[in-house]
Every structure is written in structure tokens, then in C-alpha cells.
């Protein structure tokens, strides 16, 4: 573990920013060739009815490429990168006798407990597919957060993948957003399939959202649930996250060693300073600036920076990580995820790297046919298949 991550947490005054990552508007939701099952081809059956109002300007959605190939993973230093930030606009006010922000290190977060309620099922939606369908809820900092969850028919207990989407204003999000094709692939093939909808969206209670890791928060307590729902196999488990959700993921995977798998797809920086300084030099400057009164900054708080960041705490990650990357991005940098991959390496986390030439930031075609039978056969051979001998 680096000093400089843990050295002068507590001499810190306070950590950064409200939220940042880039959004993605998700592909129509098409038709899905199942991979491989009998069941017909999957659509999105997400509910639309976003019910909060926005608070960020969305980032335009990429436009696809075609044509995707598997390559090994170069190790780059990223250069910043974007995104826009939800959350209501921080006010200055006078530094706190004690940080709040202190909450927020890697070891603050991994001190915590998680689990905070059961899981509940508020209700079944009408479905079409071969599978049910349920609006789930659970408790996380005292917080209501909803999801959806698709189910497999049959008793289970079923191996579970949850599905993180990325950044759009909760004035436009709806249930499945940026998740929905994913889920339904890992339904098909025998997963409970989970896509949180984090704190803030579908009506629920938000709050002050640095650097948006009250989400992961938001999904630790979710993994810490599972239990609770009988026909979830809490022993079993994979996430997945596509840009602001891969960068929940990170957190994911620095602090949950029970997951079994983590995949990031267009992820953000698992390096706060980064992406602060990506939104500062692309996004908003003046955001920035008045973010900076209240939470200062990576110049002005350099070691808590480090001390938020997974990536300075790769030494914790404990299982095998698979990444996925466009190199035609313009939404995050490709090199972001080329850099992460090759540091995992370095740390000897078990890693896959595959970048699609041409690919944008959100796939579609055969570059997102790829990534569902890539990421299918990496949760099969790891969660699925845990402690199998015959694989």
C-alpha cells in the first residue's frame, strides 16, 4: 500500500468534489441473440418514469463503430477525462472542525459495516421473457435505493451479476438504463441479474455525492443483502460496471474481497485526482472551482486524494478483474483502462484487457456481442462454476 495514500489522512482537512463520471445513453434496446439458449431473443423491458429532477447537463452520446478484436494490455499514464456531476451544487461554507469527508478514504470504507436491511421485493413486473422481473428495495446509509432485478424461473438459489449503469440526470434515467441488454444475456444463462438504481434516482433520497462514491456505498450495502433473498446465491457473485458504474466498481473491487469477478467497461479512472482534474480542464472549470471552496482539491489535499483513490490500493483486490475498452472513446480515455490494467498486472491480480478498435464508449453490434460472450464466459468460469473441479 502506498504511504502516500495512508500518511496524512488524518491531517487532512477535507476531501473533493461532488461526483464525477461520464454518462452513456444506452443502444436501443434490441433484439439480443441469446448466448447460448433456447429462450427467445431478449428486449428490454425497462420501466420509464423518471420522477427526479435533474441537477447535471448530460454528456452526448457517442455514435457506434463497428469491429472489435482482442489486444494485450499496454500500460499508459492516462491523461485526464470527463464526465458531467449530479448532485446539488456544493455551497461554500467554513472548514469543519472534524473533516466529514474523512468518511470517504479506502479505509474508511472498508472499516464499515454493510448490509444495512433485507432485500425486499416491492413488486413483479409483466414480462415477456423467460424470466420474472421485480422492482427490489434496501436500505443504504438509512436511505431507501431501489433496482430491478431480472430472475431466472426455477428455485434457485442462482449465482448473482450485479449490472452498475452509468451516468445519466435522474430527470432522464429509468429503470434498466444503460443495463438492461447486459442483465437480460445473464438472465438467459441462469444469473440473477440486479441493476441498482443507486440513491437520488426513481424518487429516492439524495444527498452531498463526492466524487459519487456514496453509489458504491450504495452497492456494498446491496452485496451485504443479498443474503436475505432466498433464491440469491450470496456465495456467488459478479459485478459489472460501464462508465460512472465502472468506476463504482473500482471501489467494488478494492473493498469487496466476497465478489467473485468485476468487470469495467469504459470506466472511469479509478483515480480521483484524474478525473477531478479531467472535469476542471474539459467539463466545467467554474464547477470545479466552487466544488474546490467546499472540498478543496487534488492540489490543495493531495493525500486525501490518494487516500479515496482504489487505484492506490490495488494490493487489496482478490479476485479476477476483466477489462473492456473502445480506443474511438470520446467520452473516457481508453488509456485510463489501459494504464489500470497494466497496474493490476503489476500488483499480480489476475486481469484481462481487451480494447475493440473503432469501438466507442457505449458498444452496440458486434462489439457488444463480443462483450456479453466475454463477460458471460468470465462470470461462468468464476462465479457460476466456483470450486468446480470439471473447470
Known amino acids: 500500500m502506498p504511504d502516500h495514500a ?32 433456447t429462450a427467445p431473443a431478449p428486449t428490454s423491458t425497462a420501466d420509464p418514469s423518471p420522477t427526479v429532477a435533474p441537477t447535471a ?40 472542525t472534524t473533516p466529514p469527508l474523512l468518511a470517504y478514504t479506502i479505509e474508511a470504507l ?36 431501489t433496482g430491478l432485478a431480472y430472475v431466472p424461473f426455477g428455485e434457485g438459489p442462482f449465482p448473482v451479476v450485479i449490472v ?15 443495463a438492461a441488454l447486459l442483465a437480460e444475456t445473464y438472465a ?21 455525492n463526492p466524487m459519487r462514491i456514496p453509489y458504491a456505498i450504495d452497492v456494498l450495502n446491496l452485496i451485504g443483502s443479498l443474503g436475505t433473498l432466498d433464491v440469491l446465491d450470496e456465495t456467488r457473485v459478479g ?8 468506476g463504482v466498481a473500482t471501489y467494488v473491487m478494492v473493498l469487496a474481497p466476497e465478489v467473485d469477478a468485476v468487470v469495467l467497461y469504459g470506466s472511469m479512472s479509478a483515480d ?7 472535469i476542471a480542464e474539459t467539463w466545467s472549470r467554474y464547477w470545479m472551482d466552487r466544488t474546490a471552496q467546499v472540498y478543496g482539491s487534488p492540489e490543495t489535499h493531495p493525500e486525501l486524494y490518494a487516500a479515496i483513490s ?15 475498452h473502445g480506443d474511438a472513446d470520446t467520452v473516457v480515455p481508453v488509456e485510463w483502462s489501459r494504464d489500470l490494467a497494466g497496474r493490476l498486472q503489476q500488483a499480480d491480480v489476475d486481469v484481462t484487457y481487451y480494447e475493440y478498435p473503432g469501438a466507442p464508449h457505449t458498444f452496440t453490434g458486434a462489439e457488444l456481442q463480443l462483450l456479453r460472450e466475454r463477460t458471460l464466459s468470465f462470470f461462468n468460469q468464476h462465479v457460476k462454476r466456483k470450486n468446480d473441479p470439471l473447470f
Request: glycine letters at 10%; proline letters at 14%.
Open 6 to 37: 495512508r500518511c496524512s489522512i488524518l491531517a487532512v482537512a477535507v476531501l473533493l468534489l461532488a461526483a464525477a463520471l461520464g454518462g452513456c445513453q444506452p443502444p436501443a434496446p434490441a433484439q439480443i441473440a441469446a448466448i447460448p439458449t
Open 57 to 96: 447537463a448530460d454528456l452526448p452520446a457517442p455514435s457506434p463503430t463497428p469491429g472489435a478484436s482482442a489486444t494485450l494490455p499496454p500500460t499508459h499514464t492516462p491523461s485526464p477525462e470527463p464526465t458531467a456531476t449530479d448532485g446539488p451544487t456544493p455551497t461554500p461554507s467554513p472548514t469543519p
Open 110 to 145: 472498508a472499516a464499515r459495516q454493510y448490509g444495512e436491511s433485507d432485500l425486499l421485493v416491492q413488486q413483479e413486473l409483466p414480462s415477456s421473457l423467460p424470466f420474472h422481473q421485480y422492482v427490489m428495495e434496501y436500505r443504504s446509509d438509512g436511505m431507501q435505493v
Open 164 to 178: 452498475l449503469h452509468g451516468y445519466t440526470s435522474p430527470a432522464e434515467y429509468f429503470r434498466g438504463f444503460d
Open 188 to 208: 438467459l444463462n441462469g444469473y440473477a441479474a440486479i441493476m441498482p438504481d443507486y440513491r437520488g434516482y426513481m424518487g429516492t433520497a439524495g444527498g452531498p
Open 239 to 246: 459485478v459489472i460496471g460501464h462508465s460512472m458504474g465502472g
Open 272 to 278: 480521483q485526482a484524474v478525473n477531478w482534474a479531467y
Open 310 to 324: 482504489p487505484v492506490h490500493y490495488l494490493d487489496r483486490v482478490q479476485m479476477p478483474v476483466q477489462i473492456h
